[in-house]
T-cell receptor, first 109, second 117 residues
């Protein structure tokens, strides 16, 4: 079956770095997405990886290893506004997104 | 670019009434739109995939007679919750598919919070 695993909750300190891991198993693969979702709001797009390696976008970076079925989202210089849920989603061969349950990130001062 | 709007943002209705939610892609044509439901502290649950001009494909366990989906044009899809009950109270989110190299990215509407009394 298709499955996405990511930690339920993580806590980090303002100004620090945090890495949120995601492992996936899908029927075919057409890329890995990361979305940010603040409480009560819809998800917003953060990153898309389809090739192995690290993609950097400002304070946020995303890494993909297709052979390992693994991705991570790296957040640097954490700010209080980064407190949110981070959703990992893998796109299967039918271009359907398979969603993880999300990782709730709590930032402490 | 790739903006998706959703209306209404909040709706409160009495049990037994029907509620229509609109999803529009404002600056692109979306051949495919998706409808999700999200309960508190849970991940997105795909309800159905809607293709313009054809019947929606519903996920297992989603009643198609209760959740009516119409994708009348390349920029508009509607979800009607018929005979709503309190257990239908949830956050409903639509997304529209935008083609990009290697796959189709989904852009999300702001969501509709439905409360059924």
């Amino acid at each position: 079956g298709q499955n996405i695993d990511q930690p339920t909750e993580m806590t980090a300190t303002e100004g620090a770095i945090v890495q949120i891991n995601c492992t996936y198993q899908t029927s075919g693969f057409n890329g890995l997405f990361w979305y940010q979702q603040h409480a009560g709001e819809a998800p917003t797009f953060l990153s898309y990886n389809v090739l192995d390696g690290l993609e950097e976008k400002g304070r946020f970076s995303s890494f993909l290893s297709r052979s390992k079925g693994y991705s991570y989202l790296l957040l640097k210089e954490l700010q209080m506004k980064d407190s949110a849920s981070y959703l990992c989603a893998a796109m299967d061969s039918n271009y359907q997104l398979i969603w993880g349950a999300g990782t709730k990130l709590i930032i402490k001062p | 670019g790739a903006v998706v709007s959703q209306h209404p943002s909040r709706v409160i209705c009495k049990s037994g009434t029907s509620v229509k939610i609109e999803c529009r892609s404002l600056d692109f044509q979306a051949t495919t739109m998706f409808w999700y439901r999200q309960f508190p502290k849970q991940s997105l649950m795909l309800m159905a995939t809607s293709n313009e001009g054809s019947k929606a494909t519903y996920e297992q366990g989603v009643e198609k007679d209760k959740f009516l989906i119409n994708h009348a044009s390349l920029t508009l899809s509607t979800l009607t919750v018929t005979s709503a009950h309190p257990e239908d109270s949830s956050f409903y989110i639509c997304s529209a598919s935008y083609p990009r190299t290697g796959g189709n990215e989904q852009f999300f509407g702001p969501g509709t919070r439905l409360t059924v009394l």
